[in-house]
């Protein structure tokens, strides 16, 4: 791996674009390749050894582009794949979403009892009930999956009635206001363990109340990349020079297994920018 | 084909199991083979091309274990690769939901206004649209992707408020009081285009009021099957026979291509009866 490489990035679909987003404001001065699996999405209802092929096939792809550092930009398969991919590619340094999303959880917490919330398949698969509790041995951890608000964020219903009733109705069993005479099983931190979810940020926190810390891994995981290229002696080499360059967004290429237009279309609402269609590559898995 | 075959039926998932219940309605003596594609679902978001492939996948898969028939009980699956797969299979019957729902909704129609509702393959697709003004050049034909009903479904909300916002959100710029005034682009008829929405009619009647016909594709799609294999003297031969000893529900089998578990607690949702988890083989495509 040298400095000048791009950092690769995937996801099964478009919800990695916010992590990527954050990547971006983080290391204004990297390149990056993002893979959005969109022909087998979701990872989220899918089982273990289906996932971890799948991640494993996306990794070849973007390590087949030359890039010197992958991000799986993906609860799912950062919560079912990581040790499988960490032991495939030996040196490579690979960042999920997990693990900063399991440390800003326990940076937020007074209390110690937390609930994620993401898809079926990383509740199951318990990476962040583990993550937290490895560091943190009395933690109490409360993970609930909320399939549905993956369906919203790529409907772009991130507001309104509906939103607001599905937020509700898997929410407030957790933090609405029955819970309060039980006391002490009332999480004080939600952790947002699925990249979709922070479009919805703004009817979860009117449901959840302004006492509940939420967090999201995006920035984390981005603070962690850093962290870790520092350390490798992998970030770019000449950060300012290309910085000074860099008038336009050339800062990321996309690559999709499907629905090109779809990933455009969509991908804007989840990277806070537009997303070309001439910028986005079709390839197979 | 011999009449003692049993039947293949596949979809995308389990929302097709609908169809497989109408079809052991109507044809109670018959054995089926129901494939669900669940590693790859949904069909309804992604392109032609690659829904084509993954339908002849999932039909070759079928066919390798000796059905007489092929029933496409996929809306995205039949509006996008029905052409393909009854030119590469030749002799074999092939029936698809989208000409059983279009013959139904012309059936119900009086002003020969149409709404279609499906996922946006289906509507992308316009296959009904298509199958409907072939067959009364003056109607008119709505269709309108409703990609969160499939998530409604999936997750056992087809009641409550957050099913009900949703289908008022969807369906009343069609349906509701306000098109009233304008009166004459007010659908009489709504069919339901995706097999995960009839697990949602008590809403979708709810907001569409009681003069609009609702059809789903259903139990037309079965009277089809029926027709067609009594034309090719493909029914089975001995129903009597059969139907004397059939004391066990033994009268179809189902295999998924991903997540065993989750397509037994889920797929009776969409059955009408319970399936266990012995009752569905993995397979892969």
Redesign the interface.
């Known amino acids: 791996m040298v400095a000048s490489q791009p950092i690769g990035v995937f996801d099964s679909g478009v919800g990695g674009l916010t992590v990527l987003g954050a990547l971006h404001a983080e290391l204004p001065h990297e390149r990056f390749i993002y893979l959005g699996d ?3 999405l979701p990872y989220g ?3 273990h050894d ?1 996932v971890v092929r799948y991640a494993q096939q996306a990794a070849d792809a973007l390590i087949g582009r030359g890039v010197k550092a992958l991000v799986v930009a993906c609860n799912t398969a950062s919560s079912v794949a990581l040790p499988s991919l960490r032991e495939r590619y030996g040196e490579l340094p690979v960042v999920g979403v997990v693990e900063p999303g399991a440390t800003a959880a326990l940076a937020a917490t007074r209390s110690g009892c937390i609930a994620v919330i993401g898809t ?1 398949a990383t509740v199951r698969g318990g990476a962040y009930q583990r993550a937290i509790v490895q560091r943190r041995p009395d933690a109490s951890v409360i993970a609930l999956a909320c ?2 608000f ?3 964020a ?2 772009g ?1 991130t507001r ?3 939103a607001r ?2 937020a ?2 898997y929410l407030e069993p957790l933090f609405g206001p029955a819970q309060e005479p039980s006391g002490s099983a009332r999480p004080d931190t939600l952790v947002l363990g699925c990249t979709h979810f922070p479009v919805l940020r703004a009817v979860i926190r009117e449901v959840v109340g302004e006492q509940v810390s939420i967090v999201d891994s995006a920035a984390t995981t981005a603070r962690a990349v850093h962290a870790l290229l520092r350390a490798r002696g992998l970030l770019h080499a000449n950060e300012a020079a290309l910085g000074a360059q860099s008038g336009e967004p050339a800062w990321s290429r996309f690559l999709a297994t ?2 090109v237009p ?1 990933f455009a279309a969509i991908g804007g609402r989840f990277l806070g920018r537009d997303i070309d269609r001439q910028e986005v590559e079709l390839i197979d898995l």
């Open positions: 969109t022909a087998r209802t899918k089982s289906t079926e399939q549905l993956v369906a919203l790529e409907e219903w309104g009635e509906v009733a599905t509700q109705r499907d629905g779809r």
